[in-house]
């Protein structure tokens, strides 16, 4: 995919690269801290907080694989998987904060030390999920706008 007017790498080919990054850095992530993204959430006693953590399974595996593939879609001219962006980008953070609140509910701890003892879930937890919506905003502007183009005579 390049740009046959000037030889170069097109936009298409950068969407490409930067689903396959987004996917392989989220996967090396959870492969490094494999206890902190995989878990039973069976093993928590409390109904609320189980349900809560299946949300966080569900968060973490859906930003880890849905935008690269929403990327890659965009990429080949289906721009209608774009709409996953958001879904994909605010579930895992959503899951955590709620995650600390019910924690800070039971034990009376703020458990957000994992930030500063862990810098690499800032980008996890908090870059990436404001890179995906800001992304996806940005997207939805131009395919909102190149649609209109298209269908002006």
């Known amino acids: 995919m390049t740009d046959s007017r000037h030889g170069r790498p097109s936009l298409r080919s950068s969407f490409?690269?930067?689903?396959?990054?987004?996917?392989?850095?989220?996967?090396?992530?959870v492969a490094t801290y494999p206890s902190f993204f995989i878990f039973n959430p069976a093993n928590d006693a409390w109904g609320l907080r189980q349900a809560t953590l299946w949300l966080s399974l569900a968060g973490w595996t859906m930003i880890a694989t849905v935008p690269a593939?929403?990327?890659?879609?965009?990429?080949?001219?289906?721009?209608?998987?774009?709409?996953?962006?958001?879904?994909?980008?605010?579930?895992?953070?959503?899951?955590?904060?709620?995650?600390?609140?019910?924690?800070?509910?039971?034990?009376?701890?703020?458990?957000?030390?994992y930030l500063l003892l862990h810098p690499i879930f800032i980008a996890t937890d908090l870059l990436l999920p404001i890179l995906l919506m800001f992304l996806w905003w940005e997207l939805r502007e131009h395919h909102g706008k190149h649609e209109i183009n298209m269908q002006q005579p």
């Open 16 to 29: 490409v690269a930067f689903a396959i990054f987004l996917g392989a850095f989220y996967w090396l992530v």
């Open 69 to 113: 593939v929403a990327l890659i879609l965009h990429a080949m001219g289906k721009s209608k998987a774009l709409r996953l962006l958001p879904f994909a980008a605010l579930t895992w953070p959503i899951s955590v904060v709620i995650n600390q609140i019910l924690l800070f509910i039971r034990d009376s701890v703020w458990y957000f030390d």
